[in-house]
């Protein structure tokens, strides 16, 4: 009888690890592997904001190019277009000016920003007149009455934190982001004709600058 006992469990015995040698067996039959395959490249960077090119001065009043007086000249760059330089205007009379637009380009890679900004100010006034008393006097009616002005060409301020975008590629061609300046130089439209000066007074303008930097 216990034969027969035993004989009977180690059948079950047997049968049951048959059935789970059968599971172990279909899980494994069941297996995949997956593999991510990758890679990464570090393109290039580039960081160029330059002026691009300046276009002809434009006049008010009787401030006519080309008529002798009254005139101006446009500036022109460096070798590396990051200083203008030779601006020149000639005013004859009250509301006068002369005025020149430039955009400021950037052929980078990054977004910039104006980290700082220096705008023109006049800075002192050189008579041509025969004698001292006529130059004070030529200087002292003039003064005040000439503005110089440097905004976006829209009239907007130019101010710190403004930000220039960066070049954008498309189908193989590259487009700078822009911002177009324009300097404005001006005789007073309320001047009277009488304090005009008797000879020419040369108007000494202090530098501007623009300094640019990666914005975040």
């Known amino acids: 009888m216990k034969q027969e006992k035993f004989n009977s469990l180690m059948v079950a015995i047997v049968a049951i690890s048959a059935v789970f040698g059968f599971v172990s067996i ?20 580039k960081w160029d904001v330059h002026f691009g090119t300046v276009n002809p001065v434009t006049t008010t009043g009787t401030a006519l190019t080309g008529n002798g007086t009254g005139q101006g000249t446009a500036p022109t760059p460096n070798a590396n277009s990051t200083t203008l330089s030779g601006f020149a205007a000639t005013l004859k009379t009250p509301g006068d000016s002369v005025s020149f637009t430039v955009p400021v380009e950037n052929w980078g890679t990054y977004k910039a920003k104006i980290t700082s900004v ?35 060409a829209d009239g907007t301020p130019i101010a710190v934190n403004d930000e220039l975008p960066a070049a954008t590629v498309s189908g193989g061609t590259t487009t700078p982001g822009t911002a177009t300046l324009k300097m404005t130089v001006t005789l007073d439209a309320g001047l009277d004709a009488s304090a005009l000066p008797t000879a020419p007074i040369t108007v000494n303008i202090g530098d501007s600058s623009i300094n640019y930097g990666q914005a975040v």
């Open 26 to 45: 279909a899980w494994a039959s069941f297996s995949q592997q997956l593999t991510i395959s990758s890679g990464a490249t570090i393109e290039a960077s």
């Open 118 to 152: 220096t705008l023109p100010a006049i800075t002192g006034y050189v008579s041509a007149a025969d004698n001292d008393t006529q130059k004070t006097k030529d200087i002292q009616n003039i003064t005040g009455k000439v503005s110089v002005t440097l905004t976006y």
